[in-house]
């Protein structure tokens, strides 16, 4: 494949080692996590989310985490599994089912390290808006066209259908 015309001859390799960086980042951390912790960094990182509070729903749950409604239920009910997280009917409408963090998936998560969500989170929030808005046109045009598949996950006020790494 040959570079854009208007690209640098040394771009296309910075581009592909930065992803190269998060990808060795993501697999060595996860190898980690699961063998020290047994514990998935989607669990760890939908478990950092319900630290910051309930939520009444999946659906909710999802949104916070920016994954698909079928990822989060699934990751969800392994953390309730674990006794990590409480499931707990609606008292409205016995139908809806809320989640909060237990006390032993607090004491979990002080002891576990931090996702690489979290820290590609933070680096994201480094950055301006204006930064934060043209890397993900970028990165979406670069999925776009390299034909990579997307899902139908939207996050928040987002045009764009997300790529969801939980699934």
């Known amino acids: 494949m040959m570079p854009a015309d208007n690209a640098a001859p040394m771009e296309p390799a910075r581009v592909l080692n930065a992803f190269r960086a998060i990808v060795r980042a993501s697999r060595t951390s996860t190898r980690a996590l699961e063998m020290r912790f047994g514990t998935s960094a989607a669990q760890l990182f939908m478990l950092r989310a319900l630290s910051t509070g309930d939520v009444g729903s999946v659906k909710e ?98 045009d764009h259908p997300a790529v969801d790494a939980a699934d």
């Open 61 to 158: 749950l999802a949104q916070r985490t920016n994954t698909h409604n079928s990822s989060a239920s699934v990751v969800v009910r392994r953390l309730c599994e674990r006794g990590f997280v409480r499931r707990t009917a609606s008292p409205e409408d016995r139908r809806r089912v809320g989640y909060s963090i237990t006390p032993d998936g607090l004491s979990y998560l002080g002891s576990a390290p931090r996702a690489i969500d979290d820290m590609l989170l933070d680096g994201l929030q480094a950055m301006s808006g204006e930064q934060q808005h043209r890397l993900a046109e970028l990165l979406h045009r670069l999925v776009v066209h390299s034909d990579i598949p997307m899902c139908d996950n939207h996050a928040p006020g987002d």
